[in-house]
Protein backbone atom coordinates (compact mmCIF):
# COMPACT_ATOMS: atom_id res chain seq x y z
CA UNK A 1 0.00 0.00 0.00
CA UNK A 2 2.78 2.71 0.97
CA UNK A 3 4.45 1.59 -2.83
CA UNK A 4 0.64 3.17 -4.29
CA UNK A 5 0.87 6.00 -2.31
CA UNK A 6 4.29 6.99 -3.14
CA UNK A 7 3.39 6.54 -6.50
CA UNK A 8 -0.02 8.69 -6.46
CA UNK A 9 1.82 11.13 -4.86
CA UNK A 10 4.84 11.12 -7.87
CA UNK A 11 2.14 11.33 -10.42
CA UNK A 12 0.46 13.98 -8.96
CA UNK A 13 3.52 16.01 -8.34
CA UNK A 14 4.36 15.12 -12.11
CA UNK A 15 1.07 16.58 -13.00
CA UNK A 16 1.38 19.54 -11.03
CA UNK A 17 5.03 20.69 -12.95
CA UNK A 18 3.53 19.75 -16.21
CA UNK A 19 0.65 21.79 -15.90
CA UNK A 20 3.22 24.51 -14.43
CA UNK A 21 5.16 24.69 -17.51
CA UNK A 22 2.16 24.47 -20.09
CA UNK A 23 2.39 21.25 -21.32
CA UNK A 24 -0.72 20.17 -23.18
CA UNK A 25 -2.92 17.33 -21.27
CA UNK A 26 -2.11 14.66 -23.89
CA UNK A 27 1.22 14.56 -23.33
CA UNK A 28 0.62 13.97 -19.09
CA UNK A 29 -1.28 10.96 -20.39
CA UNK A 30 1.53 9.55 -22.70
CA UNK A 31 3.91 10.35 -20.27
CA UNK A 32 1.90 8.49 -17.22
CA UNK A 33 1.26 6.17 -20.35
CA UNK A 34 5.13 5.54 -20.65
CA UNK A 35 5.91 5.28 -16.64
CA UNK A 36 3.31 2.91 -16.38
CA UNK A 37 4.84 0.57 -18.85
CA UNK A 38 8.14 0.82 -18.05
CA UNK A 39 7.26 -0.24 -14.34
CA UNK A 40 5.27 -3.04 -15.57
CA UNK A 41 8.66 -4.14 -17.55
CA UNK A 42 11.01 -3.45 -14.29
CA UNK A 43 8.55 -5.57 -12.44
CA UNK A 44 8.57 -8.46 -14.76
CA UNK A 45 12.23 -8.60 -14.92
CA UNK A 46 12.76 -8.37 -11.44
CA UNK A 47 10.09 -10.96 -10.76
CA UNK A 48 11.72 -13.42 -13.35
CA UNK A 49 15.09 -12.58 -11.87
CA UNK A 50 13.99 -13.81 -8.58
CA UNK A 51 12.44 -16.58 -9.84
CA UNK A 52 16.26 -17.54 -10.82
CA UNK A 53 17.50 -17.43 -7.41
Not at 11 to 38: D, E, M
Amino acid sequence: ILGTIVGALMLRSIRNGIVLIGVPGLAYNIFVGVIILAMLILHALLQKNAARN
